[in-house]
């Protein structure tokens, strides 16, 4: 084996077990609790290709069915086989860039820097966006590797990519840009294209059917607030220099922000990393000449689009802040890191000097641990562990009382942000842990998961309406042998806590219908209270029972939401 080959092997191997043990050190959080959530009901075409904030995406969906049907919330079966597909990608990454350019010094800092980059291995830490990202790097690759020999698997191969994220439609174009990066005439855009002309047009066929799809089912996000010129400028300013050139020159080297984003990082290394970013370009033209145009201009073309899309769906909706998200970068990491290959190694091998080898090793060694030193700083943020002390809290009380009623209600907005409205509920969180809670059943206990996922029990209610006074003394409203309406004071409307005093001298069934919600109830002999949970716009309360029960007597009633 090669010194090159073991340079490579061990680089991949470093970034491999880093990112892997991080990952499967930390948990889900975010989207990943309403995808296992959604993933609970039936395999259909209707989950399959649901829309997912402007996300069309079946290949997600069908692998969060099969690992929550196979362990529900079970993070090492649901973040294990991606990290299996990470290896993969860093294998392919290797052979393409050996097969384009040689087994040589410096493939292997492209590699590192592919490799180590925490554009890419810090997102991938959050489950939802692994499962968009890694399938698309490996159908990259696999289309790529694909491309000189069978250039009709690469068709596929992007197909698959677009079951998983919508960028993967971007991957045409790197094939076309390779092959005209790679083409052996003077003409290398026209020899590129008649040389694979009919792999173009299933290219275009596999990219109209998925649009069709797209603009079918999907609704594409849009800026919620007005974007002038001074925030796009900004958003590309930061994107570049405080994101995308530090993450891959070895950076950022700084602390982790809000959510999937990173701090802005030191001005010494924004500086550092664009006078490197600016050397390397010239020195490419040194040693190549015209030759390292071509490379750098299709990797603006391709960085100009990543950046309007981002632009046009979530810089209104966001912010500039949006360019601290590696999220919306990573893709660009593979890339940058072709195009710089094809800029600066020479089309054919020269032997490495001593001097060289000393240099480059120092540089991969750099690139190496800078990044993964970056990617260890900022790994926290995305470790969910918030969210996993939530859910262990959450699951060692119910483990205790079985039979606990939960309301189900708002959590932290560092388990799921308030964003996701009714999906940021306690349901989503805990509702598929193996205690199997039960969520908003008529009870007379209801309790509330607090912030630190510990129930607590439902005592006082406010934004209350209350029943006007029952017609007899000392019972209120009399439940005899036809069902009673027990009006309340003022119309109330969403979602709430209908809470029902009463006392009876018998015990058995009955039902309370509120606005849309009509459930069957137990009645206990004694006095008691009973929670349901009504849904609808309503101004009564209907109350019925069997008619071989005693009568019941409801004393009163108050509609309202936990204090």
């Known amino acids: 084996m090669s010194v090159e080959r073991v340079a490579a092997l061990v680089v991949g191997l470093v970034a491999f077990v880093v990112h892997a043990w991080l990952a499967l050190g930390g948990y889900f959080g975010q989207d990943d609790f309403v995808l296992t959530?959604?993933?609970?009901?039936?395999?259909?075409?209707?989950?399959?290709?649901?829309?997912?904030?402007?996300?069309?995406?079946?290949?997600?969906?069908?692998?969060?069915?099969?690992?929550?049907?196979?362990?529900?919330?079970?993070?090492?079966?649901?973040?294990?086989?991606?990290?299996?597909?990470?290896?993969?990608?860093?294998?392919?990454?290797?052979?393409?860039?050996?097969?384009?350019?040689?087994?040589?010094?410096?493939?292997?800092?492209?590699?590192?820097?592919?490799?180590?980059?925490?554009?890419?291995?810090?997102?991938?830490?959050?489950?939802?966006?692994?499962?968009?990202?890694?399938?698309?790097?490996?159908?990259?690759?696999?289309?790529?590797?694909?491309?000189?020999?069978?250039?009709?698997?690469?068709?596929?191969?992007?197909?698959?990519?677009?079951?998983?994220?919508?960028?993967?439609?971007?991957?045409p174009a790197v094939l076309l840009a390779v092959a005209i990066l790679t083409a052996p005439s003077d003409t290398p855009i026209l020899w590129a294209l008649r040389r694979y002309r009919?792999?173009?047009?299933?290219?275009?066929?596999?990219?109209?059917?998925?649009?069709?799809?797209?603009?079918?089912?999907?609704?594409?996000?849009?800026?919620?607030?007005?974007?002038?010129?001074?925030?796009?400028?900004t958003f590309v300013y930061r994107s570049v220099v405080d994101t995308l050139l530090p993450g891959l020159l070895g950076g950022p080297l700084t602390e982790p922000g809000g959510g999937a984003t990173w701090v802005t990082p030191p001005a010494a290394v924004r500086v550092g990393t664009g006078v490197a970013a600016?050397?390397?370009?010239?020195?490419?033209?040194?040693?190549?000449?015209?030759?390292?145009?071509?490379?750098?201009?299709?990797?603006?073309?391709?960085?100009?689009?990543?950046?309007?899309?981002?632009?046009?769906?979530?810089?209104?909706?966001?912010?500039?802040?949006?360019a601290s998200d590696p999220r919306y970068l990573a893709d660009v990491v593979p890339v940058a890191v072709l195009c710089a290959a094809f800029a600066f190694l020479a089309p054919r091998r020269e032997p490495a000097g001593t001097r060289t080898r000393v240099a480059v090793g120092a540089l991969t060694v750099l690139v190496v641990a800078g990044g993964v030193a970056s990617f260890v700083r900022v790994a926290p943020a995305l470790q969910f562990q918030d969210a996993r002390e939530y859910v262990a809290t959450a699951r060692s009380a119910l483990a205790g009382r079985p039979d606990l009623v939960l309301y189900d209600t708002a959590v932290p907005n560092q388990v799921i942000i308030d964003w996701f409205v009714n999906?940021?509920?306690?349901?989503?969180?805990?509702?598929?842990?193996?205690?199997?809670?039960?969520?908003?059943?008529?009870?007379?206990?209801?309790?509330?998961?607090?912030?630190?996922?510990?129930?607590?029990?439902?005592?006082?209610?406010?934004?209350?309406?209350?029943?006007?006074p029952g017609p007899r003394p000392d019972c209120g409203y009399l439940i005899g042998t036809d069902t009673v309406r027990i009006p309340l004071e003022d119309t109330v409307t969403g979602r709430r806590i209908v809470r029902i005093g009463y006392y009876t001298g018998d015990s058995g069934d009955g039902t309370v219908r509120v606005g849309d919600t009509a459930v069957p109830v137990r009645f206990a002999e004694g006095l008691h209270v009973l929670h349901v949970v009504a849904t609808g716009t309503y101004t009564h309360v209907e109350v019925s029972r069997p008619l071989r029960l005693r009568p019941i007597c409801v004393t009163d009633v108050t509609v309202g939401v936990p204090g």
């Open 423 to 468: 999906d940021a509920f306690t349901s989503r969180v805990v509702g598929l842990v193996p205690e199997r809670p039960r969520f908003d059943r008529p009870t007379e206990d209801l309790h509330q998961l607090d912030g630190t996922g510990t129930p607590r029990p439902i005592i006082d209610l406010v934004d209350t309406t209350v029943a006007l």
């Open 198 to 233: 009919w792999v173009w047009l299933g290219h275009l066929a596999v990219l109209a059917a998925f649009a069709v799809l797209y603009v079918s089912l999907a609704d594409a996000p849009a800026n919620e607030n007005p974007v002038g010129s001074r925030d796009v400028l």
């Open 278 to 322: 600016v050397a390397l370009v010239v020195l490419s033209f040194l040693r190549s000449g015209r030759r390292a145009l071509l490379p750098w201009l299709f990797l603006a073309g391709y960085l100009a689009a990543d950046l309007t899309i981002v632009a046009v769906t979530r810089l209104g909706v966001v912010g500039p802040v949006v």
């Open 37 to 171: 959530y959604r993933a609970a009901g039936p395999l259909d075409l209707e989950y399959l290709f649901q829309d997912y904030s402007g996300h069309l995406q079946p290949g997600v969906f069908l692998y969060a069915w099969v690992v929550t049907a196979v362990a529900p919330l079970s993070f090492p079966v649901a973040m294990g086989p991606l990290l299996v597909v990470h290896g993969l990608v860093l294998w392919l990454c290797w052979r393409t860039l050996v097969r384009l350019f040689g087994h040589r010094w410096g493939v292997v800092v492209a590699f590192a820097v592919f490799a180590c980059s925490p554009l890419v291995l810090f997102p991938t830490l959050w489950w939802a966006y692994a499962l968009q990202l890694l399938p698309v790097l490996l159908a990259l690759f696999g289309a790529l590797l694909a491309q000189p020999r069978n250039p009709w698997l690469a068709v596929p191969w992007v197909a698959f990519g677009l079951l998983f994220y919508e960028k993967a439609a971007l991957i």
